[in-house]
């Protein structure tokens, strides 16, 4: 045995121990596969650091890891030889963040996450001691509902895989919790599909995914496409959407992590049979989504150089690790920075610590969960507040939840392995407080072609009645109020005049107003979106109802109420002398029809008036300009027009009856100057043929392509009742007075009675043939005087 040997080996052995005891060294376990790619960032950092002393008599030493089976055993054979870890910077993998997080913190050491997506890692209460320096699945779901929002999209597919292999199907939870912030901005997830992978997850169920793809173009016609996959889902869609012909100017499809296909676009070649070519074509229509490698503004950083010095440092020592002549397809990681800005916090944490607690670094040992010291670490990584080069580093936490200032870019590719940047969305958005809180939108349009659209270009054309159709209903509805006019000239002129003054030619006045107004209704009726604002429309199809409906009352309302003072007079044997009714009375009748019209157009205006609704008549879809051109007509409605109408029509349809019972009760009266009796019949039957008639026409082609013809039958029904009505009551009066008519039942100022009975209706009994010609004169004398003396 070599004793000099020996003891040389064991004085060195207790020699490094006794250093390792004493050393001043803080050390970071960085776990993470291809460490190569993201140290340039951690010793440029450290190198800045140590220029500023930030850290006194401290040096930072990482300890690099790779995750596997044995992470645990070594992180316990670290302990036991004393190595002061207060970091762990990692691991990559959400999983492993997960397994790995409980063991750090009984470490006493604080965890860095850089590449971990899951959103539970803002989740304060279940990751106390964990700082997310990457962006969360959260930002992506902001940043994606932004994009979408910003691009007018509207209608998308989502589309994930489910994959076993994965924790907690991380695809699954992100597309569903996606799907529910961009609901909330008014998109539409028309489509959520899941891909099935076969049970080794490294083949796809093709024929599946090729028919749903083909579904949501065929059924849906979608065209923006959000994925939610790994690289090797992404080669197997490439393929099926080539095959389909989904690509060109009408298709976007959205991925995250662009890096990804970047770094691995060897990865899977092969499994398809599709080409290189013919994945480019498609990968034209792709959008990646990433974090920003760097921020976009060259402001003065934490380190007292600019972002784009710093950048150029941090390259400089990849290219000399890697030199291009040796290494032509290395690329330094998009994420270095990152590190960067994660030493520095960390640095700057450590240095607000030993402020207030000298001693903390020196006292530090991994031997047990010490909660002091991590609560230490915590509120020092949260009072955080620097220029950094990724963006501003200042944690905010609102509730539970902890979010770090990200910036996320939208790249496009372009054919050749790189991208492009379309926009970039802060995502912080304005639910994180703070000064940095809030929403900033800096977006870019480098589309080779016009940004697509979510659906085909909709042109509208609005169909109204038309300029002919209005001017030839409105001329013969003028015409129809010049007629009232003429008969309204007639009525005052001629009031003195016998028969005219026993026809109650105050009521008649009335009759004349109420069929002017009714005429008015059919000009209120026609104003379009071609005459008056489009907000006033129904306002104008409210007023026409109501005038229309007035203007039918004051007509049959005032010709009824006349008739209805004839039938009390001449047909109340025992009560005509006790009966006075004047024409204040009758327009008292004529008023309370007016009450009841008005009190059921209040109830239907305070519940539910009309509104304007848009009708599409007709859509055509042209292919090769990718519209649709949709004919559409403005129709007022209302939700409860049915109830409305249907009570309108029972209560002129009882007015209607009441007319029809007085126009019978009193049809032996002969005395033409004061009974338009055999008018009034004919009268309601028109009405009621042509509002009928009206009505069916109406409903029907109300909302098709007939609506000209609906409105013309409308205001045809409506012309043709009111003048057919108008000439019954007044044409023979006009008559009358061009032939000086002479009433042969009215003669020297007393009424006559041919014939040789009289009908008394109140008694419901006839005058017998017996009673003398004389005695039935002086009874319709008497009548006749009194009804005089009643005006």
Known sequence: ???PKLSTTIVAWLAIMVCCANSENIWIK???TRSEFYEPGLEIARKHIM???LLGKHKLQFNYVRPGTTL????????AFNMKHFLTIGPASSRDITLISPLVTENSMIQYNLNGLVNDFEDVNMYPYLFNFCVLFSGYERALTTFLHHHNWTRVAFIYISDTTKFSDTYYRSATSTEVHVRERGINVERLEKFSMFDDSTRANVPQWNRILKSTRDDNDLRIYVYFFNVLAMRYTLCELYKLGMYGPKYVHIVFHSKWFVYYKGFARGRTNCTVEQENIVLKN????NRASKRDD?????ANLTVGQINSEVKAS???????HIYPNEKLDSESLYYYDALWSFAKSINHISKKHPRFVDNFDNWEKNTTRLSIMTDAMSNLDFEGVTAKIKFHQKGNIRRLNSNIDFKKYDGNSSTTKTGKVNTTLMDV????????DRFRTEWEFPIPLDAPKIVESTKEYGETVLIIIWLFAGAGILLCLIFLTINIYYRQVDFIKLSSPNINNLICVGGIVTYISIFLGGLDTTIVDVEKVPLFCNISIVVLSVGFTLTFGSLFSKTWRIYRIFTKKNSIRSVVIRDTHLFGVVMVLLLIDFAMFVCFLAIAPYHLQAQVIDEKLIPSEDIILKTIINRCTSDHQNWFLGAMFFYKGLLMLFGLFLAYETKNIKVESINDSKYIGFAVYNVSLFATLGSIVFTSLYNTEHYRASYIVFCVCIIQSTTVTLCLIFGPKVWNILKDYKDPNFHNGRPVIPGQHYTNSNSHSMKSGSQSQSDANKEMESGKSEYSSEK
């Open 1 to 3: 045995m070599n004793l």
């Open 30 to 32: 960085v776990i993470t």
């Open 51 to 53: 220029k500023t002393n």
């Open 72 to 79: 645990i055993l070594f992180l316990k054979q670290l302990a």
């Open 286 to 289: 792709f959008v990646f989504m």
């Open 298 to 302: 060259d402001i003065l950083t934490v």
């Open 318 to 324: 990849f290219n000399k690790k890697f030199p291009k």
């Open 433 to 440: 407080i703070g000064d940095d809180g809030n929403y900033v």
